[in-house]
C-alpha cells in the first residue's frame, strides 16, 4: 500500500526523473516513420504502464496498486480509458 508520505521522499524523486528521461526516450523512439506495428505497440504500452506509475501520485483517493495497475485482483480495466 503507497501512503500519500511516500511520494515526498528521495526515493520517489529519483524513480519519478527516471520514469521521466525513459518516457521521453520511449516517444523519440516512438516518432521513427519507419518502425513495424509490433515495435509500435510495444513502445506505446510501455509509455502507458509509465505514465500510470506516475497517475499514482497524482490518485489522491488510490490506497493501493491494485487500484491503480492492471492484472492485480480488484482491477478493472473496463471501467476507465488509458490512453497514451
Not at 18 to 28: P, S, T
Not at 64 to 77: A, K, N, Q
Not at 79 to 84: A, I, M, T
Given at each position: 500500500?503507497?501512503?500519500?508520505?511516500?511520494?515526498?521522499?528521495?526515493?520517489?524523486?529519483?524513480?519519478?526523473?527516471?520514469?521521466?528521461?525513459?518516457?521521453?526516450?520511449?516517444?523519440?523512439?516512438?516518432?521513427?516513420?519507419?518502425?513495424?506495428?509490433?515495435?509500435?505497440?510495444?513502445?506505446?504500452?510501455?509509455?502507458?504502464?509509465?505514465?500510470?506509475?506516475?497517475?499514482?501520485?497524482?490518485d489522491?483517493?488510490?490506497s493501493?496498486?491494485?487500484?491503480?495497475?492492471?492484472?492485480?485482483?480488484?482491477?478493472?480495466?473496463s471501467?476507465?480509458?488509458?490512453?497514451?
Open positions: 500500500m503507497l501512503l500519500k508520505q511516500d511520494f515526498h521522499t528521495d526515493t520517489w524523486r529519483r524513480m519519478k526523473k527516471f520514469i521521466n528521461e525513459r518516457l521521453q526516450d520511449l516517444r523519440e523512439q516512438n516518432d521513427q516513420i519507419s518502425l513495424s506495428l509490433e515495435k509500435t505497440a510495444a513502445l506505446r504500452g510501455e509509455i502507458a504502464g509509465l505514465k500510470r506509475l506516475l497517475d499514482l501520485e497524482e489522491n483517493s488510490s493501493s496498486l491494485t487500484d491503480v495497475l492492471p492484472g492485480f485482483p480488484g482491477d478493472d480495466m471501467s476507465e480509458s488509458h490512453s497514451v
